[in-house]
């Protein structure tokens, strides 16, 4: 019995993972009822997943915890942070109608962000299990995240664009969503950090000062100071 | 075990059909099968040079490298076969994590096919050189050329697959192709590193794994360095 009912849980998980990656069923772009819920739960259980690998360097229980709890909070709350400007901006485009459509196409996009992720998580964990260092751990960190950002936008473009080809004004809307998402989304993550944890460094779920620090100043040295780890 | 399959692998005349969801597709052990068989061999000729010249390497050796060539290419695929799955997916591919993992694991028995055919010249080229360099660049080289044979065979099998909706956008498998293989070539090179020696160095005493120092990268230019200043 409760074989039975963790079989057809894992074959529905499945068909849920297959149908948000090629964008079929519920999550066909312009499908008229999409099961958010899933979709939501989905979102934080695979992320939590990928939290947890990214914490794993130096394997501290407490760090893997902590990624685990991080990583969804970054992908919701950058998301809730800038849907009421989505809305907005619809509505001054006359677009109000496509809000539905929109957030379909974006919650869909961070699912298959999310299931990208998820999917790298053996290649982040087999990194760690060679020895990288720090700065080798977050370029190793950074490049899946932008295969995982090249799988959204796949997804995206997937969904938007019938919208596009409906009306072009809709091209606006995309660009806008991108800037502010990704302005917000970098803000985030930067006060969010430590997400992988430099093992020689104590465990703290937040860094001192962040809110106060300019994340686009401190990125620069950041990326600079990762470059310069890698070469030493 | 039958492996005459492996010819037509190598013929192209195994249909995409046949290798992802025909009626009776090529079962997993019989690829698998392969895989080891093949890793074995690749492997008795690549630990020749410990037994050759080594000053420790014994019976232990040749057999330790015999189970982890064929180990290098599962455990290479279990880390990047869910990445092949979502790509793959993304493009509307149409293939299932199961044949994925077949389409996956034929590939790798295609790779170890193209290895073992130039095993007999790693063998020669050991009992010719002494050079420790040159056997680990000429290693790297072949590994390379398999590889680049495997990872063109999947590309035309995920085309192939593709629904005919999907195939004027054959760009989007493509490039989908083309980063798993960068993930697929890193991972495998990275753990090729971890699970050395597979040749053996003259020097040092015979063991199962070395400690994990540096990456392959910074190994294999050193490599270069060695065979261009020597």
Known sequence: MTATVIRSGVLASALTVRQILTGDGPFAPGAQRVPWRRLFVLVVVVTAFHGAAIGSLGVRPLAILYGAIKLPILFAGATLLCLPNLYVILACLGLRKDFDASVQGILCAQGTAALALAAMAPVVLFAYACGASYPAALLVNASVFALAAWAAQVALSRHLGLLIERDPRH???????????????????????????????PIAFLRARQWAEDPFTNLFWAAAALLAGLFR | MHFEF????????IATDELVRGQRPIRVHRLVGAIVALGALVGVCMALYGLRWGEHYGGFHVLAVMVKVPLLFLLTLVVTCPSLYVFSALARSGLRFTETVRLLLAATALALTILASLAPVIAFFTFGTRSHPFLQTLNAVFFCVAGTIALLFLRRTLAAAAPMEARPGKRSTDRIVVAWCGVYALVGAQMAWMMRPFIGTRHLPQELFREVESNVFAGLLQALKYLVDG
Do not use: C, Q, Y
Not at chain 1, 172 to 194: C, D, E, M
């Open chain 1, 171 to 201: 091209r606006r809307v995309v660009l806008a969503w991108f800037v502010l998402h990704g302005f917000v989304a970098t803000k985030l993550s930067w006060i969010l950090r430590p997400f992988v944890g430099d093992p020689a460094l």
């Open chain 2, 6 to 13: 492996l010819d037509r692998l190598l013929r192209g005349e």
